[in-house]
Structures are given as structure tokens and as C-alpha cells.
């Protein structure tokens, strides 16, 4: 059986997932969100 505390206990997070947060937010880049929000906003504007 296992032990989550334990498991929890041993976790360390990726440094390739933290070193891609940071390009991401330093670099003010794009993302799908960003994306999504232009379009609906171009369509409201053409209703």
C-alpha cells in the first residue's frame, strides 16, 4: 500500500517545467488563453 505522505515527501518538482514557467512569464509570450481572448474580442467586433 502506499504512503502518500511519504511519496509526498520524497516529490521534487521537474526543473524543466520551472525553467519554461520562466521563459514564459519573463518573456511576456503568447499563449492559448491569449489567443482565444483576440479572437472573441475581433468577433464581438464584427457583430
Do not use: A, R, W
Not at 514564459?24 to 481572448?37: E, G, Q
Amino acid at each position: 500500500m502506499l504512503n502518500f505522505e511519504q511519496e509526498l515527501e520524497k516529490f521534487q518538482p521537474s526543473m524543466d517545467i520551472e525553467k519554461v514557467e520562466d521563459v514564459v512569464y519573463n518573456n511576456n509570450l503568447t499563449d492559448v488563453t491569449d489567443i482565444v481572448k483576440e479572437l472573441i474580442q475581433d468577433v464581438k467586433g464584427t457583430l
